[in-house]
C-alpha cells in the first residue's frame, strides 16, 4: 500500500521568503508523484509531475521538486514567496502499474504568505 | 468553459435523505473518479470507473454509491446522508491512453448534512 506523508499542515512565510514544503511518501514500486494545489473555493490544479528521468521537476508558477528516493522525499520549493501563493498544497504517488491509475494523497499544507 | 463540472456546487440536505452528485466531463477521458476531501486528511477515494461498464470501490467507499452513465458522466449518490459525510467532495479524470498518472479535477461539491 502506498502512503504520503505532509510534514506540517500550515506553514507561514514572508513575500520574498523561501517556500519547502515536506513529502515522504512510501510504495513498493517506482512511484510517480506530484504537487496539486489548490486556491481557495477551487478544485486542484496540478503544480509539476515526476514519472521518469530528470529527478528535479520544474513546475508551473515558479515551483519545483526533487525526486530523492534514497530519502523517499520529493519537497516542493520555490525561491521567492508571492501573495498569490497563499493556498493549500498537496502531495501525491500513483502506482500507474497497478490497476486503476489510483492517487493516494497526502494531508495536505496550507501556506499562508504575511506582506 | 471547464473541462470538468461538478453540480451543485452546494449543497445543505438533511439526515436520512438520497442525495446526487453529478460530474460531467467534456475532456474525452476514460477514466473517472469521486474523491472526498476533509481537512487534515487530503482528499480519500470513494470510487473509480475505468469505463461505463467497470465501477471499482475505493477506500471509503461505505455509505456511497455511483453510476456511470456515458463515457462524460459519473455520478455519486448518498443513499441516506448522514452528518459524517459533510465534506467537499471532487470529481476527477484521467486518460487512460496517456497514463501518466496525473488526473484533472472538477471545481468540487460542497456538501453539509444536518
Known amino acids: 500500500a502506498q502512503s504520503v506523508t505532509q510534514l506540517g499542515s500550515h506553514v507561514s512565510v514572508s513575500e520574498g521568503a523561501l517556500v519547502l514544503l515536506r513529502c515522504n511518501y512510501s510504495?513498493?514500486?517506482?512511484?510517480?508523484l506530484f504537487w496539486y494545489v489548490q486556491y481557495p473555493n477551487q478544485g486542484l490544479q496540478l503544480l509539476l509531475k515526476?514519472?521518469?528521468?530528470?529527478?528535479l521537476v520544474k513546475g508551473i508558477n515558479g515551483f519545483e521538486a526533487e525526486f530523492k528516493k534514497s530519502e523517499t522525499s520529493f519537497h516542493l520549493t520555490k525561491p521567492s514567496a508571492h501573495m498569490s501563493d497563499a493556498a493549500e498544497y498537496f502531495c501525491?504517488?500513483?502506482?500507474?502499474?497497478?490497476?486503476?491509475?489510483?492517487?493516494?494523497f497526502g494531508g495536505g499544507t496550507r501556506v499562508l504568505v504575511k506582506p | 468553459d471547464a473541462d470538468v463540472t461538478q453540480t451543485p456546487r452546494n449543497r445543505i440536505t438533511k439526515t436520512g435523505k438520497r442525495i446526487m452528485l453529478e460530474c460531467s466531463q467534456t475532456?474525452?477521458?476514460?477514466?473517472m473518479y469521486w474523491y472526498r476531501q476533509d481537512p487534515g486528511l487530503g482528499l480519500r477515494l470513494i470510487y473509480y470507473?475505468?469505463?461505463?461498464?467497470?465501477?471499482n470501490k475505493g477506500e471509503i467507499s461505505d455509505g456511497y454509491s455511483v453510476s456511470r452513465q456515458a463515457q462524460a458522466k459519473f455520478s455519486l449518490s448518498l443513499e441516506s446522508a448522514i452528518p459524517n459525510q459533510t465534506a467537499l467532495y471532487f470529481c476527477?479524470?484521467?486518460?487512460?491512453?496517456?497514463?501518466?498518472?496525473?488526473?484533472?479535477f472538477g471545481p468540487g461539491t460542497r456538501l453539509t448534512v444536518t
Open positions: 476527477a479524470t484521467s486518460d487512460l491512453d496517456r497514463d501518466t498518472g496525473e488526473q484533472y
Open positions: 510504495s513498493s514500486v517506482p512511484p510517480y
Open positions: 515526476y514519472t521518469t528521468g530528470a529527478t
Open positions: 501525491a504517488v500513483s502506482d500507474v502499474k497497478a490497476a486503476g491509475n489510483k492517487l493516494t
Open positions: 475532456k474525452g477521458h476514460d477514466r
Open positions: 470507473s475505468f469505463d461505463v461498464k467497470d465501477i
